[in-house]
């Protein structure tokens, strides 16, 4: 008896010492991948894989929620940050300057595309004078006519800004993740779910959210091992968190689309 309560004396302290993961997000609300707000508690399908990840790694997870301008400084100038999440190569290079990060394999494949209003489905790109997007985000797809003076870049502080912009007609099409976009359609406005439209006649690029690091080479290795063993539990988490059959689901290597549901 005495043994087994020392046993659970020495597992509690070592649950309440794990050491913390500390993952740096951008401020922003951007369900159902992940909704990181100042004084909220963070939510949303990647939050969940960090979680899991950082459990199977037996650390605690912390995460520290920033403006992406102070995010990329507070990597780069302090230690408090053992990775950034999400983060790509192409993004942010004006903040990233000549450092040389670490980034993980893919952990989440997306399409960042064009939408419209339902009847300007099929106008084509020369019906697109002025383009949204929320700032901070690169309409990549868009690089060569935004550089040329063909289509006007509009920004704004959040996806909502974005659609109600587009319903009077102040911007011709939002570059988004289509998911994100449909999320906020059926979740905060009552448009429904097919008023705003991918167009496929319009740019768009297929990317992926990585996990990025100054310090922790070795923690992004362990996270690439992680999402080669879990992937049938991402699969699921995904279902849970309905992406799957989306566009960007399509775009997993395991879609969740194209996965029986796990057995209860």
Not at 14 to 19: D, P, S, T
Not at 56 to 70: A, K, V
């Amino acid at each position: 008896m005495k043994g087994a309560i020392l046993a659970l004396l020495i597992l509690a302290s070592g649950v309440c010492h794990a050491e913390p993961l500390r993952v740096g997000l951008e401020s922003q609300d951007y369900l159902p991948y992940y909704r990181a707000l100042p004084g909220k508690p963070a939510e949303g399908y990647a939050i969940a894989l960090l979680q899991r990840f950082a459990v199977h790694q037996g650390l605690t997870l912390e995460i520290d929620t920033l403006p992406i301008n102070r995010l990329h400084r507070t990597l780069q100038t302090t230690d408090r940050l053992m990775l950034v999440f999400p983060d790509n190569p192409a993004w942010s290079r004006r903040l990233k300057h000549d450092v040389q990060l670490h980034y993980s394999r893919p952990v989440i494949r997306v399409i960042d595309g064009s939408l419209v209003l339902r009847e300007h489905l099929g106008r084509g790109i020369d019906g697109v004078r002025r383009l949204g997007t929320v700032r901070g985000f690169t309409p990549e797809a868009w690089e060569e006519r935004l550089g040329t003076g063909a289509v006007q870049l509009v920004e704004a502080s959040d996806i909502g800004s974005l659609v109600r912009m587009l319903l009077r007609l102040r911007i011709d099409a939002v570059y988004a993740n289509p998911e994100v976009l449909q999320h906020y359609l059926a979740t905060r406005t009552e448009l429904g779910g097919d008023r705003l439209q991918l167009d496929p006649s319009l740019p768009m690029v297929r990317t992926a959210f990585h996990a990025s690091s100054l310090a922790h080479p070795e923690l992004l290795e362990a996270l690439d091992r992680f999402l080669e063993e879990q992937r049938a539990e991402l699969v699921e988490l995904r279902r849970q968190h309905g992406l799957a059959c989306g566009p960007s689901d399509l775009e997993e290597q395991w879609p969740a689309c194209a996965q029986p549901p796990a057995v209860p």
